[in-house]
Protein backbone atom coordinates (compact mmCIF):
# COMPACT_ATOMS: atom_id res chain seq x y z
CA UNK A 1 0.00 0.00 0.00
CA UNK A 2 1.52 3.37 -1.20
CA UNK A 3 2.66 5.78 2.01
CA UNK A 4 0.42 8.79 0.94
CA UNK A 5 -2.70 5.94 1.53
CA UNK A 6 -1.21 4.84 4.93
CA UNK A 7 -0.36 8.28 6.07
CA UNK A 8 -4.06 9.52 5.14
CA UNK A 9 -5.62 6.71 7.03
CA UNK A 10 -3.56 7.58 10.02
CA UNK A 11 -5.15 11.28 10.02
CA UNK A 12 -8.56 10.20 9.60
CA UNK A 13 -8.27 7.56 12.46
CA UNK A 14 -6.41 10.52 14.63
CA UNK A 15 -9.32 13.02 13.47
CA UNK A 16 -12.38 10.45 14.71
CA UNK A 17 -10.43 9.57 17.67
CA UNK A 18 -9.83 13.57 18.68
CA UNK A 19 -13.83 14.06 17.77
CA UNK A 20 -14.36 11.47 19.72
CA UNK A 21 -12.29 12.40 22.82
CA UNK A 22 -13.96 15.98 22.68
CA UNK A 23 -17.35 14.82 22.37
CA UNK A 24 -17.02 12.88 25.28
CA UNK A 25 -14.83 15.59 27.38
CA UNK A 26 -17.09 18.29 26.63
CA UNK A 27 -20.06 18.35 29.57
CA UNK A 28 -22.63 20.72 27.52
CA UNK A 29 -22.88 21.71 24.20
CA UNK A 30 -23.21 25.08 23.08
CA UNK A 31 -24.78 26.58 19.92
CA UNK A 32 -22.37 29.12 18.51
CA UNK A 33 -18.90 28.15 19.54
CA UNK A 34 -15.26 29.59 17.99
CA UNK A 35 -13.62 26.93 16.09
CA UNK A 36 -12.83 24.93 18.63
CA UNK A 37 -11.68 20.91 18.77
CA UNK A 38 -14.57 19.01 17.22
CA UNK A 39 -13.94 21.08 14.52
CA UNK A 40 -10.12 20.44 14.20
CA UNK A 41 -10.78 16.71 14.67
CA UNK A 42 -13.21 16.83 11.67
CA UNK A 43 -10.00 18.85 9.74
CA UNK A 44 -7.50 16.66 10.26
CA UNK A 45 -10.20 13.63 9.21
CA UNK A 46 -11.16 15.74 6.23
CA UNK A 47 -7.40 16.12 5.17
CA UNK A 48 -6.72 12.26 5.60
CA UNK A 49 -9.73 11.56 3.88
CA UNK A 50 -8.03 13.68 0.70
CA UNK A 51 -4.38 11.64 1.27
CA UNK A 52 -6.00 8.67 0.74
CA UNK A 53 -8.25 9.90 -1.94
CA UNK A 54 -4.68 11.45 -3.90
CA UNK A 55 -2.91 8.23 -2.96
CA UNK A 56 -5.33 6.41 -4.35
CA UNK A 57 -5.61 8.66 -7.52
CA UNK A 58 -1.63 8.75 -8.21
CA UNK A 59 -1.29 4.91 -8.16
CA UNK A 60 -3.67 4.08 -10.19
CA UNK A 61 -1.55 6.75 -12.70
CA UNK A 62 1.61 4.82 -12.02
CA UNK A 63 0.43 1.18 -12.06
CA UNK A 64 -1.55 2.25 -15.68
CA UNK A 65 2.03 4.03 -16.65
CA UNK A 66 3.79 0.39 -16.38
CA UNK A 67 3.92 -1.49 -19.35
CA UNK A 68 2.65 -4.60 -18.77
CA UNK A 69 0.40 -4.18 -15.91
CA UNK A 70 -2.86 -3.66 -17.56
CA UNK A 71 -2.89 -7.18 -19.79
CA UNK A 72 -4.42 -9.80 -18.94
CA UNK A 73 -2.57 -11.83 -16.62
CA UNK A 74 -0.85 -9.01 -15.17
CA UNK A 75 2.88 -9.11 -15.46
CA UNK A 76 3.14 -12.66 -15.26
CA UNK A 77 2.68 -14.05 -19.34
CA UNK A 78 2.38 -18.05 -17.99
CA UNK A 79 -0.69 -16.91 -15.77
CA UNK A 80 -3.77 -19.31 -15.21
CA UNK A 81 -6.75 -17.80 -16.87
Do not use: K, W, Y
Not at 3 to 22: N, R, W, Y
Request: glycine share 16%.
Amino acid sequence: MPLMILIGLVLVAAGALLDVVIQLGTSSHHGHEAFGGAHIGHLVAIAGMVLVFVGVVAHGVRSHRRPGAATHGGLDHDAHR
